[in-house]
């Protein structure tokens, strides 16, 4: 596999497990974020490859990615929420 075609990949995949924890922290719906040991993979394979490609990943925003992916490993909550339930709604006019 070329250095091109390895970062692109991570990129990708790194983008989008990114997206998909942003996703899971700005919603009030109970969204379950992927488990932490994914984005701690993804992470290492990006360090492999920015390490082992450093001109393609100079040119790339993988350095950008990494960052966004070690801030939400830090910061983001991985625990998978528990639904609410609303209470019932009540009738208008109804009094009660």
């Known amino acids: 596999m070329t250095c091109y075609n390895a970062v692109r990949i991570v990129s990708q995949r790194l983008s989008a497990i990114?997206?998909?924890?942003?996703?899971?922290?700005?919603?009030?719906?109970?969204?379950?974020?992927p488990p932490k040991s994914v984005l701690e993979s993804a992470l290492n394979y990006a360090k492999i490859v920015k390490d082992r490609c450093p001109v393609e990943a100079s040119n790339s925003n993988l350095s950008r990615l990494m960052?966004?992916?070690?801030?939400?490993?830090?910061n983001a909550s991985f625990e998978v929420p528990t639904p609410t339930i609303a209470p019932p709604i009540k009738p208008i006019g109804s009094g009660l």
């Open 18 to 33: 990114n997206e998909n924890i942003y996703q899971t922290q700005i919603t009030n719906y109970p969204l379950v974020p």
């Open 67 to 74: 960052n966004t992916g070690y801030y939400f490993l830090n």
